[in-house]
């Protein structure tokens, strides 16, 4: 590793030239630092550069191996640090800022360096590995010693730091966890203990972290058991058991972004979710620290507060709002507070206090800001941004703010020289940004933004001009004459494709474009032609290089466009000839639509024998291709004429094998005398082109980035500007090479300069007084383009009328839909042509007109004519090639739409197999279900599978070995219960019946189910008491499902029989509804006939069979399948016909006798009497002998009558009973199967009874093996700390041991320290005993220490770090120096000899060095004693953990033990034995106790039989009381006879013989006269029905004429009010007039009537007044009376 300006290598044959390094420009990517106060660096490609941001001045170092990796920096000490990007990388360590390798470190990386990190002091770096390792490893590189390392799988670090005051402590942090690392030293051992941090949630809420390995309550659920952690409930048992978490259970944590330490070693933290948070360094808590906001909710600024946006220039003075929810991306501690910056492009200075803070924005600038680095002296701030631009500036002053790296937003597109080389050089980015560099020193002179994607790029060589080309079609032309104002002067938009390839020929006249449609445009290049496009030229496939050869001798250009075949995947190359004549006559070289005439162009097609990926040709016809399969250079050569002899495919004359890999393109210097060929791999090779020798290989770029993207030579030849995908433009020059090969390059550089220096000068003059183009100018003379192709006019840009903000917002909107060059030429020439041919098109026109009116009258007249004669709707289309085109179309797409339907169609039908298969040919029993006839039940039976062989053979070998079981335990116990059998008495065995019952009722209770009853074999089953071995309780869920399996085969074959039984009934049914239509048919009876039918839930087959009449849509048939219809039609039309023939003896009967040749009886109904003829005479014309036919005939009629009435009742019956008989049957089959459906119930009861013993099996042998797993997961974890147990012991030994040892090595010293001190005197004995004394005080004298000088007003927040390794060091210096300055002679006492004073000297020294190393021995004594306390309190942690994991595994074995022994037993009760008191559904078993049942059983029995005693005697009194009941009923029942008898024969006595009783008991047959009584009445009925109807119909006439009556008086009626209300009229008038006329006598009536009224009034009171006092004389008498004849009663109360 070493600065690039030298690159060293051999001079050998084969590497006679070599090339260096000029410069490098590029911008970082977050990764850099200072070196010093004034001096920045950062990584870019394969370099390191440096910048002094005072004095400008930059220097490179070179990574040899490739591309810079992982970087780091420290400024305190002038360190750089980076590893290159290798298999098993290498870490580099220099001095700055003059590059000095001090350390090469190798470590066990396999792969890469993910991040670097120096200690703020002493000479430690931290470095951390990615795939595969994951290691942190920590170093000493000035020693060039590994210290430790520590691996940690799968965890990706984004940022790692030192404590700035402390080196032992150090930060990791990744996107979803942060973690502190403490290094321990005990002397030269080094140990990583590490310790995350609890980071909050997203919403900022505190996570309280525990450990769920042991974290769970002892609890036991007396039915669901003990309670065990999630680990063991999910099975694990390895390391995963301790960390696991249910995903519910896990909260998202907030992510971190950055972090920065704090002088009290706690850390500030920024995260994605916007929050600021605080990790203490003592709790490893994150807590979220909140803004104190300000009264008025608005930002503070800072006094020295600047702003770069370009948004807040327009209004400074603008209130700003408080930061809320920033995401930090960058921090830097000052003694000022926190500078932190973000997504929103501000620098705040945060003034933290406890859990709040304030903000001051300090600068503010467009991108968000990603890093902030102080300088070691603290005065600078470095801030860099998303894109890669670094500002810096004084955060307490107002110095302008220094650029010092503007950046694009996007990679390098291309590189290339200004003509004519020397001086500038240009480069643009993918977001279209345009960088102009000195070649000199590579620094930047301008940019200028074009606001749209770039795609290509290249420099004009007849003017200082910039073609760029965008991914919309777009030609940027940019003007560098004034490098330092670069400004755009024209676009063209050529194509709506993006560009692909730019390119200037090299006599500077023409620039060919090559978009990714496959077309080639050709431009003048000359500015004063305003870039007037010459044409194109379409090939139709993608381009994959373009070049051109232009010949100075002949003055010839040559286009040569590669491009690959699709069918042969070969290289197919177009070469075309561009000569002058397109220039000066470019109407006639190109077609109405701007293509280039071949004629003109002369082009020619080459196909090559292999792909290559790009291609170069020189003057000689040769051509150079570079092989896209295969890393070789293809030499061909082509023909300068071809001939039909000619091979229709070039082969390669030679192929060159080329050290690179990956896409390449190759490149020929001006001369032609140089290829270049550079590829993704990174190294540029420089051939000789005559012979394909290598010249030089120089490693520009790293293969991790893809290489060098673009390259370019200066027009001598000198310069060589190499651009890479890694953000790096290296400018190359020659460091060696023959004289001769550089000045050919150079005189033809100056010769072709030469001949473009008229050009160059007369273009820039032009170029000049092209106006700066804008978006107004360019609306402007976008218009203009449509009218002439002049050329354009452009506005002047006024800085008044349209600022800075308003352009970059008119460049980055949708103006308007702009037209390509080739819309332009094709809507001109569609105008010309429409101009040109316009007659011919109306008369066009109008033919099609006429021809169209024919047309319409002929089909007109087609639809009039016969349906024979009509011609189809197709025969009147003219164009039957479009007919015929799209008919084939549309067969085309109905093919495809076919085959479309047919694959899924197939699909569908895969899938029904597939469901078929699984659910219903797996099915050994058919779900299917039965209906009742005139119920709503439905009962379904049990689906089932068959049951594999492996199952059967597993239940076989459990039924085996259980009934050895049961055979051994029965023979034990009939050995050890062997009792003799006394005889049985009656009674005894009566009760011996009884108690058999009684016991198969109690083995069913304790069995749990009535499965015993149902068909199925529980004999062999466990006993529920004893299952307690896991074997047991397998073997038992086996056979319960045996079981069950035996209870729904029992039920299915009940089920068939009764499905079977409705089969039959159904069939039945049908067979009596044939009768029963026939009946009513006879009868004329419009009944519906009731016909029970199976569903589809009763015969699931249907539901697999598709029938015709499900089909909605027309059936397709295939041809073969048409033509076999149409053969079967016709041959069943000829059965029909032969079938049809002359048929006699069938006729004849159906027209004599309708088709039978006797009378059936049930044909009696439709017989009819013919009526004799003369029946239509009136009967007093009748003779004799008609009258006596007559009567013959009326005899007749009543016979048949008769005969019809009776078989109708016959029929009627018949029908009655019919209906009766298929009610009763199907009531008796709805009673069938309602039984079914009880034991339906019953079976779905023991069934459940079944599978709840299954689910309480199961469960018990899931948490059997949750125990157990759970009791594996300790052990584990016991063997863990067991094994951790072992080495922190052993680590304490060693640590004791190490301390013991250099304990008493330190007592040695310190003893002989003071023996040194003790024999001074002795030392001296030859002295005088005064000189002694002042020699002791010397010697006991020492300088004084070193005092850092503390700066009061110092800006670094971190202070003096005392204890480091450097300080020990500077303190020995200069106490070293002190003591030479009191060794000088002139400070020895005076009196002591030189010898003496030179031994005097010689001793203090030693006394101080021992004094020294004592100290330092014991700062490390102490530092061994705190490492050996740490090592003892994790030998106590590890001993704590063990105790506690055995007090678990005894507690879980206990939890064990008593789940083992406490079974879970299913007891069958009926309903009301056992009551119990509770209110849970789960009763409490806690108090119950269970006894044996022999005592409860003697106790039943006892208490039974003197219960039976009693009823038994209750029974015969019952018996002897019915008895006696039932004579007296008996008695009853006879006399009640006994009277009716009576007075049945007192009504026989009593009965009257009327007429009909005697006719009754003389006729015989009475049946038939009753029926002609009857016939006679029905006659007499319809006789008078008929009378009836005649007089109604007499009295609807005479009502229709009452109403034409009515209806004619209402209209006489209206006539007449009408005239009354005229009359009315009359009248009202008349009145009117005649109380008009006579008012006066009205008058004089009124008064007179008035006057009478007052007079009668008058006379009326005076009556009144006179009758009043006649009255109350009255009523006084009255009283006077009445006092005088009753006597007088006074209440007293009232007086």
């Known amino acids: 590793m070493e600065p690039a300006k030298a690159s060293r290598r051999p001079a050998t044959p084969q590497h006679r030239a070599e090339l260096e390094v000029r410069w490098v420009q590029g911008f970082t990517k977050r990764k850099l630092g200072f070196v010093n106060n004034k001096t920045i660096c950062y990584p870019c490609g394969n370099y390191v550069i440096f910048i002094n941001f005072e004095t ?344 302008d703010v220094i650029l010092l790296l503007d950046a694009s937003e996007g990679q390098f597109l291309g590189v290339d020289f200004v003509v004519p080389g020397s001086e500038h050089c240009v480069s643009v980015a993918e977001s279209g940004e345009l960088h102009i560099w000195q070649t000199e020193n590579g620094a930047c002179v301008s940019k200028v933004s074009l606001h749209v994607a770039a795609t290509a790029m290249a420099c004009s060589l007849s003017s200082h001009c910039v073609a760029v080309g965008t991914k919309r079609g777009y030609i940027f032309f940019i003007n560098v004459a004034d490098v330092k104002r670069p400004k755009v002067v024209h676009r063209v938009l050529v194509t709506e494709f993006p560009v692909q390839f730019l390119h200037y020929e090299q006599s500077g006249q023409f620039l060919i474009i090559g978009a990714s449609d496959g077309c080639v445009f050709i431009l003048n290049a000359l500015p004063s032609t305003s870039f007037q496009v010459l044409g194109y030229i379409a090939l139709c496939q993608a381009i994959i290089d373009l070049t051109s050869l232009y010949d100075v001798e002949k003055e010839t250009s040559e286009i040569i466009v590669l491009f690959r075949d699709p069918d042969t995947k070969r290289a197919k190359l177009e070469v075309f000839s561009l000569p002058e004549k397109i220039i000066s006559d470019n109407e006639e070289c190109i077609s109405e639509r701007g293509m280039l005439k071949d004629q003109v162009i002369w082009k020619r097609t080459y196909d090559l024998d292999c792909p290559l990926s790009s291609v170069v040709k020189r003057k000689d016809t040769t051509v150079y291709g570079y ?167 452009f506005k002047k840009r006024s800085i008044v009328e349209i600022g800075e903000e308003d352009e970059l917002f008119l460049l980055t909107q949708e103006k308007f839909s702009e037209a390509t060059w080739v819309d332009q030429k094709t809507r001109k020439a569609i105008e010309e042509e429409t101009a040109k041919f316009s007659g011919k098109r109306n008369e066009v026109k109008q033919g099609i007109k006429k021809l169209r009116k024919k047309i319409q009258e002929m089909m007109f007249e087609n639809a009039k004519v016969p349906n024979i004669e009509k011609l189809d709707q197709q025969e009147f289309d003219l164009d039957i090639e479009e007919q015929e085109r799209q008919q084939i179309e549309s067969e085309k797409e109905v093919t495809r739409i076919r085959k479309d339907i047919e694959l899924e169609n197939l699909a569908n039908a895969y899938l029904r197999e597939i469901i078929k298969k699984d659910c219903w040919d797996a099915m050994s029993v058919k779900g299917r279900s039965v209906r009742g006839f005139h119920l709503s039940c439905e009962i379904q039976n049990y689906p089932m599978k068959e049951r594999s062989h492996e199952e059967l053979a597993f239940l076989k070998k459990i039924l085996h070995m259980k009934k050895i079981e049961k055979a051994d335990l029965k023979l034990r116990r009939d050995i050890v219960d062997f009792e003799s059998h006394a005889p049985v008495t009656k009674e005894e065995g009566e009760k011996t019946e009884e108690g058999e019952k009684q016991d198969e009722e109690a083995i069913d209770a304790l069995e749990g189910s009535l499965s015993s009853h149902f068909g199925a074999d529980t004999s062999l089953l466990y006993s529920q008491m004893e299952m307690h071995t896991r074997e047991e309780k397998i073997n038992q869920i086996i056979l319960l499902r045996d079981v069950i399996y035996n209870v729904k085969t029992a039920f299915n074959n009940e089920f068939d029989s009764v499905s079977r039984m409705k089969e039959l009934e159904i069939a039945r049914v049908k067979e009596r509804n044939v009768r029963i239509s026939e009946i009513l048919k006879q009868l004329e009876i419009q009944e519906e006939i009731w016909e029970p039918t199976l569903t589809n839930n009763e015969t699931p087959e249907r539901d697999l069979i598709v029938l015709d009449s499900e089909i909605k849509v027309e059936k397709y048939l295939t041809p073969v399948q048409k033509a076999k219809e149409k053969i079967m039609s016709r041959i069943n039309y000829k059965r029909r016909l032969a079938a049809m023939g002359d048929r006699a003896r069938e006729r004849g009967l159906m027209d004599m006798m309708n088709g039978v040749l006797e009378v059936k009886k049930e044909d009696i109904l439709k017989l009819e009497i013919p009526p004799p003829p003369f029946a239509a005479k009136v009967e007093s014309l009748w003779n004799e002998d008609e009258k006596k036919v007559y009567k013959e005939y009326e005899k007749k009629v009543k016979e048949l009558n008769e005969e019809r009435e009776k078989y109708r009742k016959i029929q009627e019956t018949e029908l009655r009973k019919l209906q009766s008989s298929v009610q009763e049957t199907t009531q008796a089959f709805d009673e069938i199967l309602n039984r079914l459906f009880e034991k339906k119930v019953k079976s779905e009861m023991i069934i459940y009874q079944e599978e709840l013993k299954i689910a309480n099996l199961l469960y018990s042998l899931l948490l059997d093996e949750e125990l157990s797993t759970r009791e594996a997961g300790l052990n584990h974890y016991l063997e863990k700390k067991r094994k951790e147990k072992m080495l922190t012991g052993d680590a304490v030994k060693v640590a004791r041991a190490q301390v013991d040892a250099f304990r008493e090595a330190y007592d040695i010293f310190v003893a002989e320290d003071k023996l040194m001190e003790r024999g001074f005197r002795k030392e001296f004995s030859d002295v005088p005993t005064h000189h002694i004394d002042q020699l002791f005080k010397l010697y006991k004298r020492r300088p004084r220490a070193l005092k850092t000088k503390v700066v009061h007003d110092t800006a670094n927040p971190y202070g003096d770090r005392p204890g480091s390794v450097k300080a020990f060091q500077d303190a020995y210096v200069h106490l070293m120096k002190a003591i030479d300055e009191m060794d000088e002679f002139e400070n020895k006492p005076e009196g002591i000899d030189y010898t003496v004073w030179e031994r005097f000297c010689v001793s203090r020294r030693a006394k101080a060095e021992s004094e020294q190393q004592i100290k330092h021995k014991a700062l490390t004594l102490a530092e061994m004693q705190t490492f050996l306390q740490k090592r003892n309190e994790d030998d106590e942690n590890s001993r704590k953990d063990i105790e506690q994991i055995f007090s678990e595994l005894n507690i879980l074995r206990e939890m064990k033990m008593k789940f083992q022994l406490d079974l879970m037993v299913q007891f069958l009760f009926k309903q009301g034995q056992v009551e119990l008191d509770g209110i849970n559904l789960i009763p409490d078993y806690t108090d119950a106790i269970l006894i044996n049942r022999s005592i409860v059983e003697d106790l039943n029995s006892t208490i039974r039989a003197q219960g039976e005693r009693k009823v038994a005697s209750m029974v015969e009194s019952k018996d002897f009381r019915k008895g006696i009941f039932q004579l007296e009923w008996d008695h009853k029942k006879i006399q009640m006879q006994i009277d009716d008898l009576n007075q049945k024969a007192r009504d026989i006595q009593k009965l009257n013989v009327t007429k009909d009783r005697q006719l009754f008991l003389t006729v015989m047959n009475y049946d038939s006269r009753m029926n002609r009584e009857v016939s006679v009445m029905e006659a007499t009925l319809t006789y008078l029905d008929k009378v009836h109807k005649k007089n109604v119909q007499q009295q609807k006439k005479y009502a229709n004429e009452l109403e034409k009556q009515i209806d004619q008086k209402k209209v006489s009626n209206l006539k007449l009010s009408k005239e009354i209300c005229e009359m009315l009229v009359s009248v009202s008038e008349r009145r009117h007039i005649f109380e008009t006329s006579d008012s006066e006598q009205l008058k004089q009536k009124i008064h007179k009537e008035r006057y009478e009224d007052i007079l009668q009034r008058q006379q009326l009171v005076e009556l009144a007044k006179a009758q009043a006092q006649e009255l109350s004389l009255l009523q006084a008498e009255v009283e006077r009376l009445r006092l005088k004849t009753f006597p007088a009663f006074f209440n007293v109360q009232e007086y």
């Open 56 to 399: 400008k001045a930059r220097t490179i170092l070179r990574c040899k191996n490739g591309s810079v990796g992982a970087f780091a920096v420290n400024g305190n000490q002038g360190m750089i640090a980076f590893s290159d990007r290798q298999m098993e990388p290498t870490i580099y360590v220099y001095a700055c800022p003059e590059p000095r390798k001090r350390a090469k470190l190798k470590g066990q990386a396999g792969l890469d360096y993910s991040l670097l990190a120096f200690s703020h002091t002493g000479s430690y770096l931290a470095s951390y590995s990615s795939i595969p390792e994951f290691s942190l490893s920590i170093w000493d590189w000035s020693k060039k010693t590994l210290l430790c390392s520590q691996s940690q799988p799968g965890v990706d670090v984004t940022m790692m730091s030192f404590n700035p005051m402390s080196w032992h402590q150090l930060c990791l942090s990744s996107g979803t966890s942060v973690t502190l690392w403490n290094i321990e030293r005990s002397d030269n051992e080094h140990l990583l203990k590490s310790k995350p941090v609890i980071l909050p949630a997203q919403d900022g809420s505190t996570i309280n972290e525990q450990n769920d390995f042991f974290c769970f309550i002892h609890g036991h659920d007396p039915y669901f058991g003990p309670v065990l952690p999630n680990s063991a409930v999910a099975g694990l048992v390895g390391d995963e058991a301790e960390t696991f978490k249910p995903k519910d259970d896990t909260q998202p944590t907030v992510h971190p972004t950055v972090h920065c330490w704090t002088p009290t070693s706690d850390l500030y933290m920024g995260c994605e979710e916007g929050y600021f948070l605080k990790i203490g360094a003592d709790t490893f808590k994150a807590i979220t620290v909140h803004q104190k906001l300000s009264p008025d909710a608005k930002a503070k600024l800072r006094a020295t507060f600047r702003s770069l946006s370009h948004y807040s220039e327009k209004s400074q003075d603008d209130e700003r709002p408080e930061i809320q929810n920033v995401i930090l991306f960058a921090m830097a501690l000052h003694k000022d507070g926190l500078y932190a910056a973000g997504s929103d492009g501000v620098v705040r200075c945060y003034q933290v206090k406890g859990t709040q803070f304030q903000a001051e924005d300090c600068l503010e600038v467009e991108d968000p800001i990603t890093n902030l680095i102080f300088s070691p002296d603290y005065s600078y701030l470095l801030v860099e941004t998303e894109k890669g631009s670094l500002y810096i500036f004084n955060p307490n002053d107002n110095e």
């Open 627 to 793: 092989d896209s399969h295969a890393p070789f250079i293809c030499k061909y050569h082509f023909a300068s004429k071809i001939s039909w002899k000619d091979s229709p495919v070039l082969t390669s004359e030679k192929r060159i094998p080329s050290k690179q890999f990956g896409r390449a393109f190759l490149r020929l210097s001006p001369h032609g005398k140089w290829l270049a060929s550079v590829a993704e791999s990174g190294v540029l090779i420089i051939h000789d082109a005559a012979t394909l020798d290598t010249l030089v290989h120089e490693h520009c770029h790293s293969y991790h980035e893809h290489g060098i993207r673009s390259m370019a030579f200066s027009l001598n030849g000198q310069l060589i500007l190499v651009s890479g995908a890694d953000g790096a433009i290296v400018l190359l020059k020659w460091k060696r090479i023959s004289e001769r090969k550089l000045r050919d390059a150079a005189d033809f550089g100056n010769y072709l300069l030469s001949n473009l220096n008229n050009y160059i000068f007369q273009e820039n003059r032009f170029l000049a007084k092209m106006p700066e183009w804008t978006t107004i100018s360019g609306i402007s003379s976008e218009s203009s383009l449509f009218q002439s192709d002049s050329q354009t006019k």
